[in-house]
């Protein structure tokens, strides 16, 4: 199991890579044409809207529902059941998700009106930011039909975590950001309109992730034909498993989703701003975060499924130890280096200097809740894997509440920063019920050991973060370098920081052998 353990979280970390490597790329490219004013808030709020759609119905709550019981049906029963579990599981999600979006595209002024409610007030008031609701909701019925597509896409990617294919899944948004990045390059930088060229190249690049999928699909003998049936048993306990798992797995994106309505209210930019600062935690996320919790969600499975609880245990200390390892680097080298990171990826184009300072002060907030949001990730397998939906969903719950309250009184005092900190502050209620509901259930209790390992790597990312800011020069100094120039001194001062995380860790005692896998 160690090796197989180690050896799909490596293949699943270097795909991701790959893949938020491009993502970045297309952020460059769109933050060239759009900037950080009102083209950029259109943008990404309709961009937001469909996707907030697919973690309801796709990746997050999808494929916990899905993945344990495919994975029972896997070890229990025939092929033949196996590959009819998968035709039924697709259409009728298939059915349900193609319902969704054409209520969505024909509903798109009301939805726009919901989630951008100081935009539609604005509208109707005759202000000039009335213009940004009559736009959103035009682009908005553009880009609802990428829900349809990258949910079959998440459908086919579980499919292939089953049979143990981690790589093509965490390949497969790569598509997505090389067809927005052709977009741009190609239609829209000599386009009046970019947003309208953008909106269909996300559309395009959902249509081309699912047919990038197929082959591989069909190659493992699990491509079948969809066939619509809400009352078959497997089915019906992916949809009793799923309906919770909606609010459980998309808490910290409802908190976003309260952050942009209470950002409609706030000056052009506020979204964007949150927007970009978002895309750098999407980074060590994406990489470390969804890594972990993609691979051990079948091993979970396999051990509930043969009683094995030690073991089950073992692979959920293995997750935690290790995104935190990661982690907390991350959060702290973001930290010291965030405006830094934001000039060389950023400032070019449409974004300027002051774009830099007034999303690092939002990078700043949402940043601290990057390890909370990633051991979020790796915990709630602990419960999706033993087919209990329900109690993510009463952490999920409070950690809504609390970003409402954390926002009510925040934001008067801070503005948009007042919003990314609640998002991170509601990130660890979240964790932390958790974590304190799998120790009252005897499902796992960190071990003084891991504990004492916490607190090694936290010190060592502490001390990594205060060396760097110390040692890097003040914003403006950023600004004056030129663009290679800035890249490379980035580039050393990430390596320094890495350098000095793992020396102080390991005078600190952290060996190799604390994170294999039991």
Request: aromatic share 10%; proline share 5%; with cysteine.
């Amino acid at each position: 199991m160690a090796s197989g353990l180690l050896r799909s979280g490596a293949v699943t970390s270097a795909a991701t890579l790959a893949s938020r490597i491009l993502g970045m790329a297309r952020d460059i490219v769109i933050a060239s044409v759009l900037g950080a004013g009102m083209s950029a808030d259109v943008f990404f709020f309709a961009n937001r809207i469909p996707n907030f759609f697919r973690r309801l119905f796709a990746e997050g709550a999808f494929a916990q529902s899905f993945v344990p019981v495919m994975s029972e049906e896997k070890q229990n029963g025939s092929e033949e059941d196996l590959r009819d579990l998968v035709s039924r599981s697709a259409g009728t999600l298939g059915g349900a998700v193609l319902a969704v979006t054409v209520l969505g595209m024909l509903l798109s002024p009301v939805l726009t009106a919901i989630f951008g409610w100081g935009w539609f007030q604005a509208s109707l008031n005759g202000s000039p930011d009335g213009q940004k609701y009559v736009e959103a909701s035009e682009l908005l019925r553009i880009t609802f039909p990428y829900l349809f597509f990258i949910t079959m896409t998440a459908l086919c990617s579980s499919v292939l975590n089953v049979f143990g294919k981690f790589g093509i899944p965490a390949m497969t948004p790569c598509i997505l950001n090389i067809t927005l990045i052709a977009a741009v390059l190609i239609f829209g930088r000599g386009s009046s309109d970019p947003n309208r060229v953008l909106a269909w190249g996300m559309v395009a690049g959902g249509v081309l992730q699912l047919l990038f999928e197929l082959p591989f699909v069909y190659k493992i003998g699990m491509l079948a034909r969809p066939a619509f049936s809400w009352n078959h048993p497997g089915v019906s306990k992916i949809r009793r498993l799923m309906i919770p798992a909606v609010i459980g797995v998309s808490a910290s994106q409802l908190n976003l989703f309260v952050s942009t309505v209470l950002a409609s209210f706030l000056a052009t930019g506020a979204i964007s701003y949150l927007y970009y600062s978002d895309r750098l935690l999407e980074f060590p996320i994406g990489i470390f975060a969804v890594a972990v919790s993609t691979v051990i969600l079948p091993a979970l499975s396999k051990a509930h499924a043969a009683a094995d609880p030690e073991r089950y245990t073992r692979t959920l200390d293995w997750g935690v130890r290790l995104v935190l390892l990661l982690g907390i680097p991350s959060m702290c080298g973001i930290i010291a280096l965030r405006e830094p990171m934001l000039r060389v990826i950023f400032m070019r184009g449409a974004f300027t200097g002051e774009n830099v300072l007034l999303s690092s002060s939002s990078l700043l907030a949402s940043v601290s809740g990057l390890c909370a949001i990633m051991l979020v990730r790796v915990l709630v397998q602990g419960f999706a894997a033993r087919q209990d939906t329900k109690t993510p969903v009463r952490c999920s719950l409070a950690s809504i509440a609390s970003n409402i309250v954390f926002n009510l009184i925040l934001i008067k005092p801070l503005g948009y920063v007042g919003l990314a900190l609640s998002t991170a502050l509601a990130a660890y209620v979240n964790a932390a019920l958790l974590l304190v509901l799998l120790h009252r259930r005897r499902i796992y209790t960190p071990s003084g050991e891991t504990l004492a390992f916490i607190l090694r790597i936290a010190i060592a990312g502490t001390a990594m973060a205060v060396l760097l800011r110390y040692l890097s020069p003040a914003p403006e100094g950023w600004f004056a370098m030129g663009t290679l120039e800035s890249i490379g001194y980035l580039a050393l001062f990430i390596a320094a920081g890495g350098a000095a995380y793992g020396a102080i860790s390991i005078a600190l005692g952290i060996r190799p052998s604390q994170i294999r896998p039991a």
